[in-house]
Structure formats: structure tokens, C-alpha cells
């Protein structure tokens, strides 16, 4: 069955500094995957998606993520951290029923 | 945003009382679900709608129903609340089931004393 694991529940960068998310995926067949951010007190809202397409993917806000087959992962990256990338991060995957199946999270936090 | 409102915002209720929460949309689409947000487990769907009167379980389902009579409205309701149902319930909605692009709602608040 599909799913992805999101290593590390809690994640600090300094402002400024690079933003690195972990997420493996387990998949028997070529994956849809994404990354979606919670701020606090809010729903999610998609920052990217990688439909094999291309993979270097480039979402919102500066984020971007990098499917790598060999390693199943497809880890979350931004260059310099800004004080408003505080929030909860999600990996999630599609299912073989279309359903979209979601990690744990990961916290970011940023210091000043 | 998405046009997509949850009520209430906030509910306390006493263990085995039945709870309704509304999920109302004004995108059309046809696709809605409710899901649970509990610290350490992430977002779990609970029950899933593919159209009107089209419903169908989600991964923990049990203890809770829905219903879609209409395109813009999904409700979920517990029957008889437990305190393991106190958690944060969104619902989210989608134009296609395969694309993957969800749109939540701000989310409800519930607690089961």
C-alpha cells in the first residue's frame, strides 16, 4: 500500500538558513506526490505536486522539492528560511483508490 | 480562497450525544472529504463523497456517518460522541479525484467530554 514517512516531528532553521523536510514514500507504481503546508489555524493548502512530469518541482513561496526514485524519497527544500515559513508541513501520496494518504507532519520552526 | 465553509467552528459536547458538522462548498465540485487532524497521526480520512448520495468509507470510519443530498453540502455526524473523537475535523474538496489538489476548510474544532 501506498505511504510516505516524514522523518522528524519537529524541524529548526535559523532565519535564513536552508529548509531541508524529509519525506519517503512507498509506492508500488510510479507515485503522484505532495507537499502541503498547515499555518496555524487554518486548513492545508497545496505548495506543490510531482506527477512525473518533471523531477525538479517548484512550488509556492520559494519551495521546491526533488523526486529521487533510487533513494524514494521526495524531500522539501527552500534556500533561505523566512520567519513566515512557520507552519506544519505535510508529505502526502496518492493511493491505488485515489485517495490522497498523508504523513505525520513535520513542525518547522524559525529562529531569529 | 476556495469557497469552503465548515459549522461550527468550535463544539463541546458530553460523551454520547449525537454531533453534526457541516461542510458547505459554492465551487461545485464534486468531490468532498472529511478528514481528522489528531497530534502524531497527521490527517486521516473518515468517510469520502464522489457525488451527490455517493459516499463511501475512509481509513477510521467507524463511530461515524455522512450524508450528501445535495452537491454543496457534506455532513458528518457521530452518532454517540466518545472523548476519542475529540480532534480537529476538516473537510476538503476536490474538482478531480486524481489530480490530488485538495481544498480544506478551516477546520472544526470538537470536543467530547
Known amino acids: 500500500a501506498q505511504s510516505v514517512t516524514q522523518l522528524g516531528s519537529h524541524v529548526s532553521v535559523s532565519e535564513g538558513a536552508l529548509v531541508l523536510l524529509r519525506c519517503n514514500y512507498s509506492s508500488s507504481v510510479p507515485p503522484y506526490l505532495f507537499w502541503y503546508v498547515q499555518y496555524p489555524n487554518q486548513g492545508l493548502q497545496l505548495l506543490l505536486k510531482y506527477t512525473s512530469a518533471a523531477t525538479l518541482v517548484k512550488g509556492i513561496n520559494g519551495f521546491e522539492a526533488e523526486f529521487k526514485k533510487s533513494e524514494t524519497s521526495f524531500h522539501l527544500t527552500k534556500p533561505s528560511a523566512h520567519m513566515s515559513d512557520a507552519a506544519e508541513y505535510f508529505c502526502a501520496v496518492r493511493a491505488r483508490d485515489d485517495k490522497i494518504i498523508f504523513g505525520k507532519g513535520t513542525r518547522l520552526h524559525i529562529l531569529p | 480562497d476556495a469557497g469552503i465553509t465548515q459549522s461550527p467552528r468550535h463544539k463541546v459536547t458530553e460523551t454520547g450525544t449525537p454531533v453534526t458538522l457541516r461542510c458547505h462548498q459554492t465551487e461545485n465540485h464534486r468531490y468532498m472529504y472529511w478528514y481528522r487532524q489528531d497530534p502524531g497521526h497527521g490527517l486521516r480520512l473518515i468517510h469520502y463523497s464522489y457525488g451527490v448520495k455517493d459516499t463511501d468509507k475512509g481509513e477510521v470510519s467507524d463511530g461515524y456517518s455522512v450524508s450528501r443530498s445535495k452537491t454543496e453540502d457534506f455532513l458528518l455526524t457521530l452518532e454517540s460522541a466518545t472523548s476519542s473523537q475529540t480532534s480537529v475535523y476538516f473537510c476538503?474538496?476536490?474538482?478531480?479525484?486524481?489530480?490530488?489538489?485538495?481544498?480544506f476548510g478551516s477546520g472544526t474544532q470538537l470536543s467530547v467530554l
Open positions: 476538503a474538496i476536490s474538482e478531480s479525484d486524481r489530480e490530488g489538489k485538495l481544498f
